[in-house]
């Protein structure tokens, strides 16, 4: 399960870059 989370925090963080940029 942790590693699920892991995987959403990951997608959402590369959702962010993408924003940022």
Request: net charge neutral; hydrophobic share 30%; charged share 40%.
């Amino acid at each position: 399960m942790g590693e699920r989370w892991n995987n959403k925090e990951e997608m959402l963080n590369k959702l962010n870059e993408k924003c940022n940029m």
